[in-house]
Each structure stands twice: as C-alpha cells, then as structure tokens.
C-alpha cells in the first residue's frame, strides 16, 4: 500500500536558521514526490516536486527538497528560515502506475520564531 | 497567475441537505480532482475526472457523491444528503496532464449540523 509519513508533527526554528521538514514514503514504482505548504485559512501551495533526475529539487520561496531512494526519504529543507514560513507543509506521493491521485501525509506544522 | 477558485468559500448545511461545492479549474487543464481534509487530519483524495468521467474514485466517494463538469469551465462536487461526518474542508484540484504537479484551490469548508 502506499502512504506517506510524516513523523514531527511540529518544527520549532528560530529565524535564520536552517530548518528541516522529513518525509518518507512506501510506494510500488518509481515515485513522484511534492511538498504543498497551506497558510491559515489558504488552500493547498504547491511548493515543488520529484519526477526524475537530480535528487535534490529547488522550489518556490528558498525551498528545496533531497530525494533518498535508498532511505525512502524526501525532506524539505531551507538554508535560513523566516517567520513568514510558519505553516503547515505537507508531503505527497503520486505512484508512477495509472491514476494520479496524491496521497498525503498528516503534515508538519512549521513555527519560525524570530 | 491562473488559479482553481472555488464557490462558496463557507457552507453550513443540515443534515440530510443536499449541497453543491463549486469549481473552476485552470482553464486549459484537463484533470480534475476533489479532496477533503477533516478537521486535524490528513487530506484526503476523493475523485479524479477526465474526458467527462471519473477515472478513479476512493472508498469514500460513496453514492452519495457525484461530480459532474456541466460546462466548459465549472467542476462540481454534489452530497445529496449530507451526513455529520462529512463536514470538512473540501479541495479542488487541476492539472493539464495526469503527471503534471495538481493546483488546488482555497477550498469550501462545509460544515454539517
């Protein structure tokens, strides 16, 4: 079956410094990988994604996310946090086999303190 | 910058009431797609939508579900009689292709009482 694990619910940072949000995933085929952030009362960002290629993946707003096919892994990360980056960020998973659905993780609430 | 909007941003309904959860996709996608999220928990897919008919659908698009895309711009979500546990924030989503990255709008936050 697949499913995404996101295992912190919450990330306390302080502003400037680097922050990481861990994922993994279980899934048969070669997986496509995104991150969404939603800010309060907001719908779903797409932020960025894994198709191919190069395991680490730039995104909007600093982001960038490293994939690990050994580790089954695909963390967010950003060099140097912001306040303005508090929200809950979530990953997903779409099964290279047939339909798209996205199957997401619980999501990790990111506090950025100044 | 295109968007997926969605309509209305807040619906409170009775149980047992039908209710129409309203999209407009990104206007040159063609996949199109219906999430939910219950309050503190994951989102979750309901129903992908394509060439006019549902391509895949999750255990919990049940009968009362239906989508339909009545025209050349909305995607519509129906509940016929909605349930307590259906409340919920309900996505949109659209895509131009099946592996292209989905953007998904504000949502509705349905509540059932």
């Known amino acids: 079956a697949q499913s995404v694990a996101q295992p912190e619910d919450q990330v306390n940072v302080a502003e400037g410094n680097p922050l990481t949000v861990k994922c993994t995933y279980s899934?048969?085929?070669?997986?496509?990988l995104f991150w969404y952030v939603q800010y309060p009362n907001r719908g779903l960002q797409f932020l960025l994604k894994?198709?191919?290629?190069?395991?680490l993946v730039k995104g909007s707003y600093g982001f960038e996310a490293e994939f690990n096919k050994s580790q089954t892994s695909f963390h967010l990360k950003k060099p140097s946090a912001l306040v303005s980056d508090s929200a809950l960020y979530f990953c997903?998973?779409?099964?290279?086999?047939?339909?798209?659905?996205?199957?997401f993780g619980a999501g990790t609430r990111l506090a950025v303190h100044p | 910058e295109p968007e997926v909007t969605q309509t209305p941003s807040h619906q409170v309904t009775q149980m047992g009431q039908e209710v129409i959860l309203r999209c407009v996709p990104i206007?040159?996608?063609?996949?199109f797609y219906w999430y939910r999220q219950i309050l503190g928990q994951k989102v979750e897919f309901l129903v992908s939508?394509?060439?006019?008919?549902?391509?895949?659908k999750s255990e919990i698009f049940d009968d009362q579900f239906s989508v339909e895309r009545p025209d050349g711009s909305n995607f519509t979500l129906k509940i016929r009689s909605t349930k307590l546990e259906d409340s919920a924030m309900y996505f949109c989503?659209?895509?131009?292709?099946?592996?292209?990255?989905?953007?998904f709008g504000p949502g509705t936050r349905l509540l059932v009482l």
């Open positions: 989503a659209s895509s131009g292709q099946i592996q292209e990255t989905q953007y």
């Open positions: 899934v048969s085929g070669n997986p496509y």
């Open positions: 894994y198709i191919t290629g190069d395991n």
């Open positions: 997903a998973v779409r099964s290279s086999g047939g339909y798209n659905k996205l199957i």
């Open positions: 206007s040159n996608h063609l996949y």
């Open positions: 939508f394509y060439n006019n008919e549902i391509s895949e």
